[in-house]
């Protein structure tokens, strides 16, 4: 199975890369443009049995490793391969 996992920062947290991203596009007179936030996205195949075991599999994975608890969010969706 495959997924796609979305890494975000948490809504009050800082985000210094998103904020020189809004100002980037201000500069290249994109408009409109009212905040910028950025985050990461990862493409992970996992073997498992069923979906249950996969998604118990992708949590730990996520709270382990590819998000910071304290200061981020993420979500995932299985995505056909």
Excluded: H
């Amino acid at each position: 199975m495959k997924a796609r996992v979305t890494v975000t920062l948490k809504n009050g947290v800082l985000d210094p890369q998103g904020k020189a991203i809004e100002g980037a596009l201000a500069s290249l007179n994109f408009s409109g443009v009212n905040e910028v936030r950025q985050g990461k996205v990862f493409d992970i195949e996992v073997d498992a049995a069923n979906e249950a075991d996969a998604t118990t599999q992708m949590k730990a994975m996520c709270e382990a490793l590819l998000a910071n608890m304290v200061i981020e969010d993420y979500e995932f969706d299985w995505v056909q391969a």
